[in-house]
């Protein structure tokens, strides 16, 4: 796809990362509780998915972590829920300032920890300052509400913010997405308590420090960001059952997001799920194939395909169908698959041998159902590491496994379908409806496939381009609530109606 860059690239970056990481490697990473450092007496390995060595040790969160950090929370929400918007909105600019100071080191640590690509993750940090600039700006508004007046009283609102939030990240993007979350959640006036996943948990620990840094600086209370590591059965459980809690944002799987689900039910948790996708990009014959198949191939396999918005089933209709996957073959056999710091390198490793295997595993679905492996569906790379080539999966059918599972690896499945009916019922017939993709030259036949679709957000022509004030969530088992613009704010602010009675209003009487 791109031409190679000499090889001192990658000696660079490995030095630098090497310098970042050093601090890791020297002594046990620890949680940051009200302003402290604190260890747990166990601690677990985390890995280099590059060669699964051992990258540091991090503390593993007990009940007793989780319950400091979330009256820690509570403390400090008394003081933050009353800062002024105005006052939110600058200390949030200063959060943003110090991501985009520490940038390359935030994206050489990531790209370590995670295994992804440094050309994906050197935007890692700038995506994360964005996040917070726009919900600093929306601070001072949050609280809004609206005049609802009638002939007897004047009805208005106010939005206030729920509380101490737990804020539970996936490892694939996990930089971006814990300030896409932890920003609007600050913007609205909540404290945080984040639970970053185990398998790379690095990042967070910079984006604590910088937030803990600024918010000290200003003498507010230590406890408006807290940070908590270790495993979902342990510290994440803990999270979500804390009746200090009023509220969890929550990434990932979707089977884990029914388990919160249950978890948070006897304290009444409000919950705010991106979870799971096996998401449709419909080839029509009249489409632009050139830029449809630059986007189908970069919506599944930049960022290792591990992003729930990828298009992980390509519906192409069977007039072209031969054609365009055997351009799609061609061009997945090209892609670079080498060590994540590398600029050249298109697909670094996996986030862990179990999720390679499991990756994997699915070469051995789909021959047994009757697909065929057109290209890849083995380690790459004489099974060093996590490293995995990429799949194309073709000749299938929807009630395949391929196509029914979400298989979070680069690995992409291509459906033929007849007419613009045949396509819709293989897009639906499938429990999640995150994303959809739409290439096609009939603006009536865009529209309709688009408004059919069962899915939360639909790009036409295009790949997945971020907007931030757009609703960003799905539906069935893709999630519960909207992130984004001033939707994020629904999961975050309680809603409040005042009712001021009227000099022409007067109750009956009773007991006259």
């Known amino acids: 796809m791109n031409k190679p860059l000499p090889n001192n690239a990658l000696t660079d970056n490995l030095r630098k990362a090497q310098q970042h990481l050093a601090r890791f490697k020297s002594a046990v990473v620890a949680h940051r509780i009200a302003g402290e450092n604190v260890l747990s007496q166990d601690a677990f390995d985390n890995f280099d998915p590059s060669d ?6 991090v503390s593993s969160g007990t009940p007793a972590d989780v319950d400091r950090a979330a009256r820690a929370a509570e403390e ?31 994206a050489l640590v990531e790209s370590t920890d995670s295994g992804q690509a440094i050309r994906y993750m050197s935007k890692a940090a700038l995506r994360g300052a964005e996040n917070f600039r726009f919900y600093a700006d929306k601070g001072p508004e949050a609280s809004d509400g609206l005049s609802m007046p009638t002939q007897t009283h004047l009805n208005y609102t106010v939005r206030q913010p729920i509380g101490p939030v737990g804020v539970i990240t996936p490892w694939n993007t996990p930089f971006m997405l814990s300030t896409w979350k932890i920003a609007p959640a600050l913007a609205a006036g909540c ?18 420090e910088i937030m803990s840094e600024v918010f000290e600086g200003a003498g507010l209370p230590k406890g408006i960001v807290n940070l908590v590591h270790g495993f ?3 510290a994440g459980k803990a999270l979500t059952e804390h009746p200090a809690i009023k509220a969890i944002a929550f990434v990932g799987e979707s089977i884990t997001g029914s ?68 351009e799609l073959k061609a061009r997945v056999e090209k892609i670079k698959v080498g060590h994540p710091l590398d600029p050249a390198t298109e697909l670094g490793p ?15 679905h789909a021959r047994q159902e009757g697909a065929q492996v057109a290209t890849g569906g083995v380690r790459a790379l004489e099974g060093k590491g996590n ?33 613009e009916a045949d396509a819709l019922r293989i897009a639906n017939d499938v429990r999640y409806g995150l994303a959809a993709y739409i290439w096609t030259g009939n603006v009536g036949r ?67």
């Open 52 to 57: 699964n060595s051992v990258l540091c040790r």
């Open 232 to 234: 979902g059965e342990s």
């Open 387 to 419: 490293f995995v080539c990429p799949t194309l999966f073709t000749d299938a059918k929807n009630s395949m496994r391929i196509a029914q599972e979400e298989i979070f690896g680069p690995v992409l499945t291509a459906i033929p379908f007849e007419d």
């Open 259 to 326: 388990h919160i689900m249950a978890q948070g039910a006897p304290t009444l948790k409000r919950v705010h799920f991106e979870l799971g996708g096996k998401n449709p990009v419909f080839v029509f014959d009249d489409a632009d194939l050139d830029r449809a198949l630059d986007a189908v191939l970069f919506m599944i396999y930049s960022l290792n395909g591990q992003r729930c918005t990828s298009s992980s089933r390509a519906l192409v209709q069977r007039s072209i169908y031969d054609k365009f996957t055997a």
């Open 446 to 512: 865009a529209h309709r496939v688009a408004q059919g679709v069962e899915a939360g957000m639909v790009w036409i022509n295009s790949e997945n381009v971020r907007h931030l004030p757009t609703p960003f969530g799905g539906v069935k088992s893709s999630g519960i609530g909207r992130d984004g613009g001033d939707y994020a704010f629904e999961i975050y602010m309680e809603q409040k109606n005042i009712a001021v009675g009227l000099d022409r209003h007067r109750a009956p009487k009773i007991g006259v």
């Open 191 to 208: 404290t945080i308590v984040h639970k970053p996943a185990e398998w790379s948990p690095l990042s967070a620990v910079i984006l604590s």
């Open 76 to 106: 400090a929400f008394k003081v933050w829920k009353d800062v002024p918007g105005e006052k939110r909105r600058a200390l949030l600019h200063t959060i943003a300032n110090k991501i985009e100071a520490r940038a390359d080191e935030i």
């Open 350 to 364: 996996l986030i862990h041998p179990r999720h390679a295997e499991k990756v994997l595993s699915y070469s051995q």
